[in-house]
């Protein structure tokens, strides 16, 4: 079973910035990756994804202000936070799914392998 580790959490005033890996033990290029998250009480949502043929999709709140990326090996994968918000407080999950998917990729459904998630804060 694949096994996804976050780390990057923190708390951050309003307008910082954070970046979130995502060790994966297996190459990307036969997965298609994401970021979601979850605040309290609130459904989780997708935030980023990056399918196994390389097309990314944002949600529209993450759009412009957030970065989806792979290193070279791919077996890291990143989301890169600029210009935060109070209502980015979430926990923030890595998914993968071994498929190239090409759609649905914000929807949490559509993945099979989770993280433990790791806690995002920003203070206004």
């Known amino acids: 079973q694949v096994q996804l580790m976050e780390s990057g959490g923190g708390s951050v005033e309003a307008g910082g910035s954070l970046r979130l890996s995502c060790s994966h033990p297996?190459?990307?290029?036969?997965?298609?990756v994401a970021w979601f998250r979850q605040a309290p009480g609130k459904e989780r949502e997708g935030v980023a994804a990056?399918?196994?043929?390389?097309?990314?999709d944002y949600s529209d709140s993450a759009l412009g202000r957030f970065t989806i990326s792979k290193d070279n090996s791919k077996t890291t994968l990143y989301l890169e936070m600029t210009s935060l918000k109070p209502e980015d407080t979430a926990v923030y999950y890595c998914?993968?799914?071994?498929?190239?998917?090409?759609?649905?990729?914000?929807?949490?459904?559509?993945?099979?392998?989770w993280g433990q998630g790791t806690q995002v804060t920003v203070s206004s």
């Open positions: 998914a993968a799914r071994r498929a190239i998917l090409v759609s649905g990729l914000l929807v949490p459904s559509n993945y099979h392998v």
């Open positions: 297996r190459p990307h290029h036969a997965y298609t």
């Open positions: 990056i399918s196994a043929n390389g097309r990314t």
